[in-house]
């Protein structure tokens, strides 16, 4: 009995670390074991995870005639980013994937002079971002500091109300060879200074493997 006693404070401790002020047990659970579910991504990538424009084939629609509206309300004109890279992410608060939100805004820090960084909320995976713009916004900036421009919530999966972005990563008639949309929350595209969709990588890639 005193074993149990023993066990179930030992528990209760781990819990109480585990806990974060400002998010829900299932976020503060999912932020301690991200570590273990990106090792998969890590040791064992998939075919599909990275995906990579080997023949540097251009973009029949112009990366740069693009815009989207951002979490403020602004609308956004990507011709603004002409010879800079940019990585656009579809995100989300409740999943495995969102400690991927710390990793981006380490790379936004140390690159940012160069390189663009675009969070695009959906819920579209088992509704794992049920939050509005405003307290998705929050949620990024009290626990992962998060600077790197966020856009209005919005559907990234092939459909009629995927977003026109999103329509532009995912159909090779537009940007020239990608047919793959989102696989999950924290599917990332990488197009670089030219306005060019170089790679897709999913969300097993952490983002720290892809800006070189």
């Not at 004109?77 to 990793?103: I, P, R």
């Not at 960084?117 to 900036?141: H, M, R, S, T, V």
């Not at 626990?143 to 919005?154: D, G, H, S």
């Not at 897709?200 to 983002?207: L, T």
Request: net charge positive; charged share 20%.
């Amino acid at each position: 009995m005193k074993k149990l006693f023993i066990l179930i404070a030992v528990v209760i401790c781990i819990l109480l670390l585990i806990k974060q002020k400002n998010m829900t047990w299932r976020q503060s659970i999912l932020k301690s074991i991200y570590p273990l579910i990106m090792l998969k991504g890590k040791w064992f990538p998939g075919k599909k995870d990275i995906q990579l424009n080997e023949g540097n084939k251009q973009p029949a629609i112009s990366f740069y005639s693009l815009h989207a509206m951002g979490n403020n309300g602004t609308l956004i004109d990507f011709s603004q980013w002409k010879g800079k890279k940019v990585l656009l992410v579809n995100t989300a608060s409740d999943c495995g994937y969102t400690g991927q939100y710390e990793e981006l805004e380490k790379m936004y820090q140390q690159y940012k002079d160069k390189l663009v960084i675009l969070g695009f909320p959906a819920n579209d995976f088992k509704d794992q971002e049920k939050k509005d713009n405003a307290a998705i916004a929050e949620f990024c900036k009290v626990n992962y500091r998060v600077t790197f421009q966020l856009m209005q919530k919005t559907h990234v999966v092939k459909g009629v109300s995927q977003h026109p972005v999103f329509q532009w990563l995912s159909q090779a008639t537009q940007n020239g060879w990608c047919e793959q949309a989102p696989t999950w929350n924290f599917s990332k595209y990488l197009v670089n200074e030219d306005g060019v969709l170089v790679g897709f990588y999913s969300q097993n890639i952490s983002p720290e493997k892809i800006y070189k």
